[in-house]
């Protein structure tokens, strides 16, 4: 079974400039997710998305942060503009969605983000 | 909020000692508790999980059990080994489909 794929593994940007990231989730699973993980912490849940509906975005800075998942599959991130605090790991995870029985969480390995 | 507190890392220990490593945490309700694992180079992957009070989860050698008395999911395999050098990560999930709530992670290095 294939795993969680994201794009780009690193990006390196200057500060203000935008970015964006790319996920294809687990073929089937319904569930969506987003999160940042500075150096040194653990990740940190940015947005969730049940098909392509948001569940959850309370710790989305949305000034300059958004997302979207069209047709309910891939989904991307951006920034814009980027800041320096924005350097982080960012992952994406995807889950099947069985109500409230949890299901697990895969994550993919991630898109290392550096703002200089 | 929800929130999850695990002990500082570096953990250094050498090859078959017994590990602990402590997770505690708050939240409403009745989370399911969860161990995740980065080994070098690779993403997180689920290590164990308990879904109610006083269940246990276990895997490759490695236990925890759900003790909602002290709010408390400790981490503990009785022999390591070098290959168990990783960041180890306690969360939470209020829901089924919730996200999930991490702890800073607890870098653990096995030395031969």
């Known amino acids: 079974e294939a795993g969680v794929a994201q794009s780009p593994r690193y990006k390196i940007i200057e500060k203000r400039q935008s970015v964006a990231f790319w996920c294809n989730p687990i073929?089937?699973?319904?569930?969506l997710y987003w999160y940042q993980q500075i150096l040194g912490q653990g990740p940190k849940l940015l947005i969730q998305f049940q098909n392509n509906g948001v569940v959850d975005d309370s710790q989305l800075p949305k000034d300059r942060f958004s997302a979207e998942r069209l047709k309910g599959v891939d989904s991307t991130l951006k920034i814009q503009p980027a800041k320096l605090e924005d350097s982080a790991v960012y992952l994406c995870?995807?889950?099947?969605?069985?109500?409230?029985?949890?299901?697990?969480?895969?994550f993919g390995q991630g898109t290392r983000l550096t703002v200089v | 909020g929800d929130s999850v507190t695990q002990m500082e890392g570096p953990v250094t220990l050498s090859e078959e000692a017994f590990l602990t490593i402590n997770c505690t945490y708050t939240?409403?309700?009745?989370?399911?508790l969860f161990w995740y694992v980065q080994y070098p180079g690779e993403g997180l992957q689920l290590l164990l999980k308990?879904?109610?009070?006083?269940d246990k989860g276990s895997n490759k050698g490695f236990e925890a059990t759900y003790r909602k008395e002290t709010t408390s999911f400790h981490l503990e395999k009785g022999s390591v080994q070098v290959s168990d050098s990783a960041v180890y990560f306690c969360a939470l999930a209020g829901g089924g489909a919730d996200g999930l709530t991490f702890g800073k992670g607890t870098h653990l290095i096995i030395q031969p």
């Open positions: 939240a409403t309700g009745y989370p399911s």
């Open positions: 073929s089937g699973h319904a569930t």
């Open positions: 308990a879904t109610k009070a006083d």
């Open positions: 995870a995807s889950s099947l969605y069985q109500g409230a029985q949890y299901t697990e969480a895969f």
